[in-house]
């Protein structure tokens, strides 16, 4: 069936309409070809109209021009027991000009299930009127599966709820960013969210959603508590509930479970991403010792369009929890983690040995021999225990044993003061694996680290699922004394993903920051060697800063950070060699080095123009 004509009478409707239908089975779904081409050739939409229901419920839309080819739709119909008739209308407001067409309409699984002679077995119910064998877990989950609601029949209705009359007994969490919204239809974005519920499948029934839309940001959680139930015992306790996400930048849907009143619990279930426009069933057995709760969170994506619905949510096989004491009496209140600065190495001892140095001078902790403060931290050990070395960066890191090496974050640590969530929902750098990685972080964290190339390796990232575009996180060395003339700084980084930001080296010292290295966008799917020359610096700091791209799609990481020649010049007692130069401060370097545009002396005496 197609229209083609040209015309510019106001707001004009072609109307298609089906035979009627009197009801379908639970999983029915309706699918048909369609074709929107034309310069203005307008929206079209399919109507769903249910006898004893004044207003239609859309059930697809296309608003223009798709271009000149066959695209399909397929539509979730569900259980519909009463009569109905769907309604295909083109809109043309003004002006038409294109092609619009339809065909090859199917309708699948739309049968209620057929009559079974024998229906045995603990996991099966025999449906009253129909006769139909249906599973056991298809019993209160607010969805007729028999077409007689006998499988609804005789349920609690204290573990089930629609969201028809409100949230029955579930709960929204105060300690989240917002609230679960209760509404009918569709949401308020054109392309994410529902356009009608699960329970009635039309316009008129309700179900909850997560509004992506301002004032929302990146991450925010809104968390749903169910009641609290008995220990599940030998007895199987069963969750039920359905979902949807629709939408380019829906980002996650998770479901908890926890016995202690001030805690995230354990995740028993996750899905990521899109899952086309459909209301999708999901089952959970659950087994606890102790009573529980179960926790839905839905989190933010990156954008308006990540509306999460949820529906009809049903439990089986449980019992609620009616103590007398509430049963989060127990509830563990242990102290909440701070983020260690302290670097591995020689651990220091409270007190110092017997010494006569002056506050200029640093203490070796196992001698009490006396250097000087600037031989601290300055890639050569002074000390016999090495201690003059043992709270600095270290020479080499590839962050194996979950070991930072020194390295630390300036910008965290004055937030430890107050450990928040404000510290988790930062941007900031971190220890990272590919065993760890959700789905579809794969496609922009790396898998392997590159000293070990193994997925058990650990490598530092900057993950860019916490904070906003144009976030920085930094992370520095401590104080560095003193460099040689051949310093440099060699690190392998993964940049990789739609919208990675940028990764930069700084050099910072008492109050100047300037920029020695940066690189910015995707660079490809590995590990990329970089090499950064320092030179001869004193009392400085080396900092990696990434910037936040406009989306999660964008993890810089970091591994293997080497310090190469690093230490500064000895002044030998011998005098230097026929092969040798001595510069103006008696040191000695190779000749080779002289007027190279390197400092190599430290006083630029091999670099005079008298030579």
């Not at 929302?216 to 809104?222: C, G, P």
């Not at 709270?391 to 300036?410: I, N, R």
Request: hydrophobic share 35%.
């Amino acid at each position: 069936m197609f229209i083609l004509k040209k015309s510019n009478n106001i707001s004009q409707i072609a109307r298609l309409r089906s035979p009627k239908f009197r009801q379908t089975g639970s999983n029915c779904t309706l699918s048909f070809w369609y074709y929107n081409f034309g310069l203005s050739v307008g929206a079209a939409e399919l109507q769903l109209l249910v006898e004893g229901l004044k207003q239609p419920t859309v059930l697809w839309r296309t608003y223009y021009s798709e271009g000149r080819q066959w695209l399909q739709a397929v539509i979730q119909l569900g259980r519909l027991p009463h009569p109905f008739q769907f309604s295909l209308d083109k809109i043309s407001l003004g002006f038409y000009e294109g092609v619009s067409a339809i065909d090859d309409i199917r309708f699948e699984n739309c049968a209620l299930p057929p009559a079974a002679l024998s229906c045995e077995g603990p996991n099966h119910f025999w449906c009253r009127d129909t006769k139909a064998c249906i599973d056991s877990l298809l019993m209160c989950d607010l969805v007729d599966d028999c077409g007689d609601g006998s499988d609804e029949d005789s349920c609690d209705p204290d573990l089930q709820c629609n969201f028809e009359q409100g949230l029955c007994n579930w709960e929204q969490d105060v300690e989240d960013d917002f609230d679960w919204i209760r509404i009918r239809g569709p949401t308020p974005t054109v392309n994410t969210g529902p356009l009608k519920d699960h329970t009635t499948g039309t316009a008129r029934g309700h179900y909850l959603y997560l509004e992506s839309s301002e004032p929302r940001r990146f991450q925010d959680k809104a968390v749903l508590l169910s009641p609290l139930f008995n220990p599940s015992g030998n007895g199987t306790c069963v969750f039920r509930f359905h979902y949807h996400m629709f939408g380019k930048q829906v980002y996650k849907l998770s479901v908890f479970q926890r016995t202690v009143s001030n805690t995230a619990g354990w995740m028993l279930w996750y899905k990521f991403g899109n899952q086309e426009n459909r209301w999708i069933r999901q089952t959970l057995f659950i087994s606890s010792s102790k009573p529980f709760q179960i926790l839905v969170k839905g989190i933010v994506g990156d954008g308006f369009t990540g509306d999460i619905g949820l529906d009809d949510v049903s439990f089986l096989g449980c019992t609620l929890y009616n103590g007398a004491q509430h049963p989060f009496g127990y509830s563990f209140k242990g102290n909440l983690p701070t983020i260690s600065t302290t670097t591995s190495g020689t651990s220091v001892p409270a007190t110092l040995p017997m010494n006569n140095c002056t506050e200029e001078e640093f203490v070796c902790r196992a001698s009490g021999h006396c250097i000087q403060m600037i031989q601290k931290c300055d890639f050569r050990p002074d000390c016999s225990d090495k201690s003059d070395e043992s709270a600095c960066v270290m020479e080499v890191c590839d962050f194996e044993d979950k070991d930072l090496c020194g390295w630390h974050q300036p910008a965290l640590e004055q937030m430890s003061g107050n450990y928040s969530i404000l510290i988790t929902k930062t941007f900031k750098w971190q220890l990272g694996r590919g065993a760890n990685l959700y789905p579809e972080q794969e496609q922009h964290c790396p898998l392997t680290d590159h000293t070990t190339c193994t997925e058990e390796g650990w490598y530092l990232f900057a993950d860019s699922s916490n904070g906003e575009f144009g976030h920085t996180a930094d992370i520095a060395t401590p104080v560095i004394s003193l460099t040689g003339p051949r310093c440099k700084i060699i690190f392998w980084n993964h940049m990789n993903g739609s919208t990675i930001g940028s990764l930069e080296v700084l050099y910072k010292s008492s109050n100047k920051t300037f920029k020695l290295w940066t690189q910015s966008g995707s660079q490809g799917p590995q590990w990329n060697r970089a090499e950064v020359f320092l030179g001869i610096h004193s009392d400085f700091q080396v900092i990696f800063r990434a910037k936040r791209g406009v989306s999660y799609m964008g993890d810089v990481a970091l591994d293997d950070i080497t310090f190469e020649d690093c230490s500064p010049l000895l002044i030998s007692d011998k005098p230097c060699t026929s092969e040798e130069f001595m510069c103006a401060n008696k040191y000695c370097i190779p000749k080779n080095n002289l007027c190279d545009f390197v400092n190599d002396c430290e006083d630029n005496s091999d670099e005079s123009p008298s030579i």
